[in-house]
C-alpha cells in the first residue's frame, strides 16, 4: 500500500513572496500537479483575513485540505471550522484584563515621533501589539522600523512584559515592521498538529525553520518531515523532487507485488 502523505505549508516566504500574493503559476501548479498526489494544507500565523487575500481568489477550503490561522488556533478541515482556542479562556478575563490595562498604560506613556491607532489587536488565540499602532500607513510603517531598529522599542517593551507578567506562560514574537505577537507557550505552528489526522506522512515546508524563526518548532518535530526552503521558487522545486521519489517509490512497490506473490 503506498502511503498516505500530506503536504502542510507556510504562507509567507514559503508558497509566497514576503507580504505578497502566491503567482498564478504557483497555484497552479499546487493545484493541479501536487494535490493529484497528496493532500496539501497551509499554516499561517496571521489571521484568516490576511491568508485568504495571500492566497489567490477562489474558495481556499476547497483548494485546501486543512487551513490553519494564528497557528492552528483557528483551524478548518474541508472548509469545516475546528473548536478552537481563545485567548480568554486559556489566561482568564481577569488575568487577560491586566495585562491589557498594563499594556495601554505603557503605551500611553511612550513618546514616539508619532502615534496611530489600534495598538492592540485582539485576535483569537494571540495579542497583536503594535506601540506605534496598526493604523499607519505604508510609509509610517518603513518609518517606524526604522526607529525601532535603532532603539528598540518593541524589544524593550517586551523585557518589561516579561519581567511584570512571568507567569502567564505567554511567549512573545516579534515580526513584520510594527508590532509583536503574544500568545500562549505551546502556541506556536506544533499546535495545528492536533489536528492532522490519519497520515502516514505530513510533510512540513517553512522559510523560518531557524532557532527563533515562527517555523522552528514544527519543522523539527518528530511528527513532521520538515523541509527548508528559501522561497517559493525552492518549494516548488522541493516539491518536484518529492513527487519525483514518491512515484519512483509505488513503481518498485508494485514491481515487488508479484515476487512476493511467489
Ligand atoms: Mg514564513
Not at 489567490?56 to 476547497?62: A, K, R
Not at 486559556?90 to 514616539?112: A, P
Request: with cysteine; hydrophobic share 35%.
Amino acid at each position: 500500500m503506498s502511503k498516505k502523505i500530506i503536504c502542510l505549508f507556510d504562507v509567507d516566504g514559503t508558497l509566497t513572496e514576503p507580504q505578497q500574493p502566491i503567482s498564478p503559476r504557483f497555484e497552479k501548479f499546487l493545484l493541479e500537479t501536487v494535490k493529484k498526489e497528496f493532500d496539501i494544507a497551509v499554516i499561517g500565523g496571521s489571521d484568516l483575513n490576511k491568508i485568504q487575500k495571500q492566497l489567490g481568489s477562489g474558495n481556499l477550503f476547497e483548494k485546501y485540505k486543512y487551513v490553519f490561522a494564528e497557528n492552528g488556533l483557528i483551524a478548518f478541515k474541508n472548509g469545516k471550522a475546528l473548536p478552537s482556542q481563545m485567548i480568554q479562556d486559556i489566561l482568564g478575563e481577569d488575568s487577560l484584563q491586566d495585562f491589557i490595562n498594563f499594556i495601554l498604560r505603557y503605551i500611553s506613556e511612550l513618546k514616539l515621533p508619532f502615534k496611530r491607532g489600534t495598538f492592540i489587536e485582539f485576535r483569537t488565540g494571540m495579542l497583536n501589539i503594535s506601540p506605534v499602532g496598526r493604523n499607519c500607513s505604508k510609509k509610517e510603517r518603513e518609518q517606524f522600523y526604522e526607529y525601532d531598529n535603532e532603539h528598540h522599542i518593541r524589544e524593550k517593551f517586551i523585557q518589561v512584559l516579561k519581567k511584570e507578567f512571568p507567569d502567564l506562560g505567554l511567549t512573545y514574537s516579534i515580526g513584520g515592521q510594527i508590532s509583536f505577537d503574544v500568545y500562549p507557550i505551546g502556541c506556536d505552528k506544533t499546535y495545528c498538529l492536533r489536528h492532522i489526522q490519519g497520515y502516514d506522512e505530513i510533510h512540513f515546508f517553512g522559510d523560518k525553520t531557524a532557532e527563533g524563526g515562527n517555523d522552528y518548532e514544527i519543522y523539527e518535530s518528530d511528527l513532521t518531515i520538515g523541509h527548508r526552503v528559501t522561497c517559493p521558487k525552492d518549494t516548488m522545486n522541493q516539491l518536484n523532487v518529492l513527487i519525483t521519489l514518491i512515484k519512483e517509490n509505488r513503481e518498485k512497490e508494485q514491481l515487488n507485488i508479484p515476487l512476493q506473490c511467489v
